[in-house]
């Protein structure tokens, strides 16, 4: 119906009962938990089974704030983050940028890069625990071609935090790579043109033709890429069988937040420890937001 | 610069030879333009011109350099896309300023002609906007700006008009005379529209199926066409074609012709020592300033701008009347002659 006319009560109710089926599965899946989960953090004598809180206050953050543990964790998080995000947006985005050269078999190189991305998490996990095995491993026997004595990647702490890297990037390149390649065919072949014209050899048209050209696609990889490694759990939870590394060294937030609810059932300690991620997140996607304002070209 | 193609042909990975033996030369600050039907060799002739397509066979100079090996870099001209290809995420400024960054021109130096460049295509009160904010004309000025950065040897031009509206096409082709002249830099230009060439061009190269059909200046073209396609491509409205054996009785026409173009202007109202043919006036419109009949001459209809009302007979002028034979080339006629 096409008018001007002010809607009525009578309307609004109406418009009302045919959202209500998708806010009460959205209230009741998404922003139940979202609440209860921050207010879970609050609780500091709490039944979770009962679902009785005693007490509530701040105990839980201060407990935080003094734990090594937790510290050890958010550090690791960081490490994490960094060892694998500009790496895996680098290494996709030549990836992309070759598959995007050549005709023949690009099909098939597409393929395999994404495979991982369809794969199970466990089922790929396994692999790669042959893989970085000390004595049978693909990669030492690899590196031992280059002079590389075996490393026990798996259970010495200073190289568990690396395989694990290793094994992120491998694992989120083929959606990174799709994504890219789907930005480089849009760019108009023209511009290319224009610029080979106006003198720029490939890598000045590289430089500031396409750079600039998919910045949309690389901001939208990145703060994707920046929020999905500061959730790592599953990689972590399946390579190092169930444990958080060797000396913990691979502890991560989530994992510690899984610690504390499944294991040591401190609800409320788990739930702040999410509040504090969530936080951590929120800064690093608003400064990605404010630099993108500058930076990303639409 | 001037260009020339000695028996330049271009035939395409699948062995299908589009441009044939190509051999001309662009005269020196002039502004040329390549028009034709699409699929008539125009656009790739350009292309062969700016280095982006390689010749199969034959030899391109520019000046007395060849440079049939050289890329478009190399060969440094200048070309302004259709689409105008401006860098979206630059400003004005930026875009211009581009060629002669990648050439190391230093920062002041080609601010400055930057600068001038903005100026001479008029928008350099737009600077600092990105491409996105500009309308299609202002575009079109940077474009050329931008491509006039690198002082090229030749400026080359893809259809420019045709992403524009009537009236803007109106305003940038006076535009893009006034900037030829200024810089007097060789430019071609590709179109499809006839009326757009015959304004501003100071030759033309009218291509078809790959094949040169005549190049001359605008006003030749129109007057002494040397082929029928060529007659039937050039003018506005189209030329009249009526078969000769329907004229053998009121022209004296050479015994080879096949078909009589007349131009829509060539038919007046009757005239001493003109030739005549008997027609009936079907339809006499106005359309503002233009006028155009449609007469009736046998089986035949012709059009003309000429004749105001209804009339029974008309006059031929004979500088508008060209015969042609089957083969659709140009055939004298002389008018002294007997009629039959």
């Known amino acids: ?298 | 610069m001037n260009v020339r193609f000695e028996h330049v042909t271009l035939t395409y990975n699948n062995g299908v030879e589009v441009l044939h033996d190509m051999d001309f030369e662009l005269p020196d600050g002039e502004l040329i333009a390549l028009l034709g039907p699409s699929g008539g060799g125009k656009s790739t002739t350009l292309n062969l011109v700016s280095g982006l397509l390689r010749a199969t066979t034959g030899k391109i100079f520019f000046g007395d350099d060849e440079v049939t090996e050289k890329d478009a870099l190399q060969r440094g001209v200048g070309m302004v896309f259709q689409n105008y290809a401006l860098y979206p995420h630059m400003t004005v400024l930026e875009n211009i300023v581009f060629p002669m960054k990648m050439a190391k021109v230093a920062k002041d130096v080609r601010n400055e002609r930057a600068r001038a460049l903005a100026k001479l295509v008029r928008v350099d009160d737009q600077l600092n906007k990105k491409p996105g904010a500009l309308s299609g004309g202002q575009q079109q000025r940077v474009a050329i700006a931008r491509a006039l950065a690198k002082n090229p040897s030749v400026l080359l031009l893809d259809e420019p008009l045709s992403n524009l509206d009537a009236r803007l096409r109106v305003e940038m082709r006076e535009e893009i005379r006034r900037i030829q002249q200024a810089t007097g830099v060789t430019t071609i230009f590709v179109t499809h529209d006839q009326s757009e060439a015959m304004h501003v061009a100071d030759k033309i190269m009218v291509l078809n199926d790959g094949v040169i059909q005549q190049f001359d200046s605008p006003q030749s073209l129109y007057q002494n066409p040397q082929n029928q396609f060529v007659a039937r491509f050039i003018g506005e409205p189209v030329i009249n074609e009526v078969p000769a054996t329907a004229l053998r009785e009121h022209l004296v026409l050479p015994a080879t012709a096949v078909t009589v173009g007349i131009r829509p202007e060539a038919i007046k109202s009757p005239v001493m020592d003109a030739p005549v043919l008997p027609v009936t006036a079907e339809r006499i419109q106005a359309f503002g300033r233009d006028r155009q009949a449609t007469l009736r001459f046998g089986d035949y209809r012709l059009v003309t701008t000429e004749i105001i009302e209804a009339v029974d007979q008309v006059s031929l002028d004979k500088t508008g009347v060209y015969a042609f034979n089957a083969a659709g080339e140009r055939l004298p006629i002389d008018w002294d002659g007997k009629r039959v």
């Open chain 1, 1 to 298: 119906m096409m008018n001007n006319t002010k809607p009525t009560w009578r309307d609004n109710l109406k418009a009302l009962g045919y959202l209500l089926p998708m806010l009460i599965i959205v209230g009741m899946f998404s922003l139940y938990p979202i609440i209860k989960s921050l207010a879970m953090s609050f609780y500091t004598d709490y039944n979770f089974f009962t679902n009785q809180v005693n007490a509530i206050g701040f105990d839980n953050f201060k407990t935080l704030w003094q734990d090594a543990n937790f510290h050890l964790a958010v550090w690791n998080t960081i490490v994490f983050v960094v060892g694998v995000v500009p790496v895996e947006i680098i290494l996709s985005l030549a990836i992309a940028s070759l598959l995007n050269q050549i005709n023949r078999l690009a099909g098939l190189f597409r393929t395999l890069y994404f495979m991982p991305f369809v794969t199970s998490v466990v089922a790929i996990s396994m692999v790669w625990r042959w893989i970085y095995n000390k004595d049978a491993g693909l990669l030492n026997y690899l590196l031992g071609f280059v002079g590389v004595h075996p490393i026990d990647w798996l259970n010495d702490p200073h190289y568990a935090m690396p395989a694990l890297i290793i094994l992120a990037i491998w694992k989120g390149l083929g959606f990174n790579i799709l994504l890219f390649l789907v930005a480089l065919n849009n760019v108009d072949q023209r511009l290319y043109d224009a610029a080979m014209l106006d003198g720029a050899n490939s890598w000045q048209r590289f430089w500031h033709v396409t750079l600039p050209m998919i910045s949309p696609m690389t901001f939208l990889v990145t703060v994707n890429a920046v929020i999905g490694s500061f959730k790592v759990f599953d990689e972590i939870f399946a390579l190092f069988g169930g444990q958080p590394g060797p000396g913990h060294s691979t502890l991560t937030v989530v994992y510690y937040l899984y610690q504390m609810f499944y294991e040591q059932n401190k609800y409320g300690l788990a739930a702040a420890s999410g509040v504090v991620l969530f936080l951590m997140i929120l800064v690093v996607t608003l400064f990605q937001l404010w630099w993108s304002k500058k930076h990303v070209h639409y």
